[in-house]
């Protein structure tokens, strides 16, 4: 047999309890997502605790790490630097020997050079001598001009002005080349 069970309470009164129940339900809901959230909260405070120790350890072990380097990187950048500045000389070395030699090949014996002028950045080139005569003189000048010249400047052209061709003998001479490079 199943218990029988009254109620007496009015319609009105059992809305009301209804309403009572429901609302103590949603209640209770929200207190325990609230209870939820609170935990979630102390979960990531701690581990923002943890991780902001753990961050502040590798800081430090790096700044320790580039303070013990510090003077090894200065040395490797001030070395880095003098490298740059010999590439830049080297890369403005004219080897001269080769030149040189060039020019003295062209030479003929019954010529004396007193000065030459070589001028890499203008490639002017000044010679200033003795011809024992006018054959030599130009002999010299064809030398110079049809030279294979292998290095960086060669002689182009090598005017000899009028004057010096009416001289027969005995002849001092001031030439200005220009000179190609190669």
Not at 113 to 142: C, E, P, V, W, Y
């Amino acid at each position: 047999m199943f218990p029988t069970r009254l109620n007496l309470i009015p319609p009105d009164k059992k809305r009301r309890i209804h309403k009572i129940i429901i609302f103590q339900s949603i209640k209770n809901f929200f207190e325990l997502l609230l209870i939820i959230a609170c935990l979630g909260g102390i979960v990531l405070l701690g581990s923002e605790m943890i991780l902001q120790e753990r961050y502040n350890d590798l800081t430090l072990n790096i700044v320790s790490l580039n303070n013990r380097n510090m003077s090894a990187n200065r040395q490797i950048n001030a070395i880095n630097r003098r490298i740059k500045e010999i590439n830049n000389i080297q890369s403005m070395y004219i080897v001269w020997t080769p030149i040189l030699t060039q020019l003295a090949a062209g030479v003929p014996s019954g010529v004396v050079l007193s000065t030459m002028d070589i001028n890499a950045k203008t490639k002017k080139l000044s010679l200033t001598g003795h011809a024992d005569t006018r054959d030599d003189l130009l002999l010299f000048q064809r030398n110079l001009q049809t030279n294979n010249c292998p290095n960086i400047l060669c002689v182009d052209t090598l005017p000899i002005p009028p004057s010096l061709l009416t001289q027969q003998q005995d002849i001092n001479f001031h030439l200005k080349a220009t000179m190609t490079k190669k």
